[in-house]
């Protein structure tokens, strides 16, 4: 960071200038890339022989949380790191809150806790099915090699139906005005308070999540038929998630319950080997001693790996401590599904996919209609739940505070909020792994792999553009971007340059799909 | 057949939710997108610089930029669209004031970067690797971005016209706000476009809040549990809803929760910070100067609370800036 100390760009020796004109490296920037909330850019090198020599994933930006929330009032954390992600400030937000109720060794009432995780199935369902249907949805449901021009949500809607769209739009809103009700509102809400929540729910607002949560089963059931009838039988699409591409076989974690069961608010952390079986199963508070983070100089992004295994590069297999979080990897870190219809849809996706674990990274797809069908049947469950109501909601933490932890499973994996505190419950020390940094590692070989595999000096093409950008957007797209009125293919430019910087070619992809190449 | 008006929105040192905050306008999207000529919006659309670099200066009528500014890409974008546009809207509470990645200014670049690669409880880092502007990897020369020394609010970087005002601003403001702007008329520069009424005067438990409220004490809101009908103040709660500008529906109280002051302040206000204090000040109970200070200790974080999302454009923070200056 110290720029006076930096090595000068630029400060090519002569010796090396020469050997590098024997050997021309030539670099495509894509920047920025798309669907990704947040900044980031992929630098691709190429040899001389205009062959992919290596590809890194940067993500250009820092904001300081850990520092700046020191000093805060622990209990204003849940409102301050929502604001981390307001994607998805609702997992910051409960993540914090589990930290604050550690922090105060103080337990919420039953119904607290049930109003916590029906705020949090309502706002997983809506994550994953604004991505399902507007993000990743494009490339499997009209099709990888689709015309670009058709490859997004018209696409989507012309494959499905114009009444699907208005219906995703509206959903999407009646999921979010259960955010908004019980937690005041969807985008950095409210409700957090260590043992409980700050509302209750009264029997007129649960009446309304009823009605909110049957409509969700049936439109989940709804969109898991569409990706079992169009993207399914597709043998080439098929054929694309299990392709060598897009594949890693790495660690997966996911939390899961007493059962071993995928749970999102609550439970331990299971890892289990890229052979399928268990490596580890703990606590929140263990995640010290298996979890540890590791620097690079050229992203901001930092990279978490499995500390027992280390650190030992982008590299796949159980000797490397990469491991994956997120829809795929949940479902292979648990053993099943808590709800009926989505154990169904699990057991067709493990048997369909050759059995566990599940190394294909486009399977986050499919594993995440099925964790959207599980989030609907998990919100009708507590959103019929007679104790909902009850006046009960808030237990007061009367104990000194001094450190807490908190754990989610966010709709992009898992989530952990770790405070320190003085007596008075000032914050000391917050650290904070979320859900990209533990995909960092993974995605960064993602695009390498898929970079080496499809992009030449003569193969840059839209396709070509497209599944080099899959290869992420599996991971970690922007859920809350592309949405129902800006349709079009997302233009992208690739700039190829020389060593030097000086630019060799341009690829232009533009907004009605064409590409040309100046 | 007139040509739809350019629209951009840009996202610099942000979370994304101001994003959300134009999804979520909802069916109303559609309308306003049918009125605009979108041609930059990483999030959603364009992502190419080269063509917003290519249009010619003033070709955009609107440019919407969230989050405050932080690194050196984002000064270099927000600069760009100043030039290329003939109106720069603050959009959120990042950009009108720094918003809550702001509270970094009170601590050094170098404190910033050490807690998050050096410091971490889960950090393995014995060689004290740190993000580099340069850096070279397998021989390849990469880039990053610089990590300023400061956040700072749009206005501090380049010239802004309006302000919408939030955290994110919500549906209403934010469809007010582009409706007024593609109206025949523009509003005076500098508007900020939301309604000038302090969050009080708008909040369900209006009338609850009591003729001459006064304090020996001031509560935090795990400590108590929250009467869902009272006004929060009069509970002792500290509630931002004095100082700070309405038009959300005061929907974090609705969440009985107190404000925390995203809307900024009204216009008749300078800094929020301290309208807010003088307020409190003078409604504590004792008179002697050791009681007021005495009540006034149990303010937890009085910066935090006051400048939560406005430090960056405070006074206390052009203060601290002319110290420096100075210095």
Redesign the interface.
């Known amino acids: 960071m110290q720029k006076d100390t930096e090595p000068q760009s630029g400060t090519w020796q002569e010796g090396s200038a020469r050997a590098n004109s024997e050997y021309i490296r030539h670099r495509i920037t894509l920047d920025p890339i798309t669907r990704l909330e947040g900044h980031g850019r992929i630098e691709v090198f190429l040899d001389d022989a205009g062959q992919v020599d290596h590809a890194y994933f940067q993500v250009p930006e820092l904001r300081g949380f850990e520092k700046f929330s020191q000093g805060r009032p622990v209990e204003e954390m849940p409102q301050i790191t929502s604001r981390i992600c307001g994607v998805c400030p609702t997992a910051h937000h409960m993540a914090s809150t589990k930290a604050l109720d550690d922090l105060y060794k103080v337990e919420p009432p039953p119904a607290a806790k049930k109003i916590r995780e029906l705020i949090y199935s309502a706002f997983v369902a809506e994550d994953h099915a604004l991505h399902f249907y507007f993000l990743g949805g494009p490339d499997f449901i009209v099709g990888p090699e689709a015309p670009a021009a058709e490859r997004n949500v018209l696409g989507v809607i012309a494959k499905v139906g114009v009444d699907v769209g208005k219906e995703v739009i509206a959903m999407r809103r009646h999921l979010r005005e259960i955010v908004a009700m019980a937690g005041g509102k969807p985008v950095h809400p409210v409700f957090g308070l260590p043992g409980g929540v700050a509302k209750r729910i009264t029997p007129e607002m649960q009446q309304q999540c009823q009605k909110v949560a049957a409509e969700a089963v049936e439109f989940a059931k709804f969109t898991l038929q569409i990706f079992e009838e169009i993207v399914l039988p597709n043998t080439e699409y098929v054929r694309l998630i299990v392709s060598d591409l897009y594949t890693h076989r790495t660690y997966y974690m996911g939390q899961v319950d007493e059962q071993n069961r995928l749970n999102f608010y609550d439970g331990k952390l299971r890892v289990v080997k890229p052979d399928g079986t268990e490596w580890k199963k703990f606590g929140p508070a263990e995640y010290l001693q298996n979890i540890a983070e590791h620097v690079e100089p050229w992203s901001y992004m930092k990279f978490c790996y499995l500390k027992p295994i280390g650190w030992k590069g982008f590299s796949d297999g159980a000797d490397s401590g990469v491991y994956s979080v997120a829809p795929l990897a949940r479902l292979n870190a648990c053993d099943g599904m808590a709800t009926p219809l989505a154990q169904n849809a699990y057991e067709r996706y493990v048997s369909t996919l050759g059995g566990k674990p599940v190394h294909h990274t486009l399977a986050n797809h499919w594993a995440r209609v099925i964790e959207l069908v599980y989030a609907a049947e998990r919100l009708q469950e507590l959103a019929n739940d007679p104790e909902l109501t009850s006046e009960h909601v808030r237990n007061l933490p009367t104990a000194t505070p001094r450190e807490g932890i908190g754990v989610v499973e966010a709709p992009r994996g898992t989530l952990v909020h770790h405070y320190q505190t003085d007596e008075q419950g000032f914050l000391q020390h917050a650290n904070l792994i979320v859900a990209t940094q533990q995909n960092a590692a993974r995605i960064a070989m993602s695009v390498e792999t898929a970079a080496k595999g499809l992009i030449s000096l003569d193969h840059m093409d839209d396709g070509v553009l497209n599944k080099v950008e899959m290869a992420f957007r599996a991971y970690d797209p922007c859920h809350g971007c592309a949405t129902h009125a800006l349709p079009g293919s997302m233009p992208l430019v690739l700039r190829v340059h020389d060593a030097k910087g000086k630019t060799v070619a341009i690829v232009r992809r533009d907004r009605n799909g064409d590409v040309k190449r100046d | 057949m007139p040509t739809k008006p350019k629209v951009v929105f840009y ?1 610099c ?9 134009i ?2 306008l ?2 109303r ?2 309308e ?3 009125a605009i000529d ?1 041609v930059f ?11 917003v670099e290519a249009l010619p200066d003033g070709a955009v009528f609107a440019a919407f930029i969230n989050g405050a500014v ?2 050196s ?1 984002q000064e270099e974008m927000a600069q760009l669209l100043r030039r290329k546009a003939k109106v720069v809207v603050a959009f959120g509470s990042c950009a009108q004031l720094g ?3 702001g ?2 200014n ?2 050094s ?9 050096l ?7 014995p060689d004290r ?19 300023q020394d400061r956040v700072r609010a749009l206005d501090q970087v380049v010239e802004v016209d309006y302000y919408v005002p939030g ?2 601003p ?1 549906p209403r403001i934010v469809y007010n706000a582009v409706t007024t702007l593609l109206g025949s008329e523009l509003p005076p520069k500098g508007s900020v476009l939301a309604p000038n009424v302090a969050l009080c005067e708008e909040c369900s438990r209006k009338d609850t809040k009591p003729e001459k409220l006064s304090f020996t004490e001031f509560k ?7 009467d ?1 009908k009272l006004c929060l103040l009069a509970q002792g709660l500290l509630c931002m809803g004095p100082a700070t500008r309405g038009g959300c529906d005061a ?2 109280i ?4 107190p404000c ?1 002051g995203c809307g900024g302040p009204t216009s008749h206000v300078r800094d929020q910070g301290a309208k807010m204090l003088s307020a409190l000040a003078s409604l504590v109970e004792g008179k002697e100067p050791e009681e007021i200070e005495r009540t006034l200790a149990t303010i ?2 009085p910066v ?1 609370l006051f400048y939560r999302y406005g430090l960056p454009a405070s006074l206390l923070q052009a203060a601290r800036q002319n110290q420096t200056r100075a210095a």
């Open positions: 996202w040192a942000s979370c994304g939710g101001c994003d959300e905050a999804l979520d909802d069916e999207l559609l306003v997108a049918g979108i919006w990483p999030v959603a659309m364009d992502f190419k610089r080269k063509d932080r690194n890409e918003g809550i990645p509270l970094a009170l601590f670049r170098p404190d910033i970067i050490s807690a998050a690669y410091e971490p409880l889960t950090m393995d880092n690797v740190l993000p580099s502007v340069h850096s070279r990897c397998n021989g390849q020369e990469l880039e990053l971005p610089v990590f955290c994110p919500m935090r809101p795990h400590q108590v549990l929250i869902e929907v974090c609705k969440g009985n929760m925390t937890p974080d935090g």
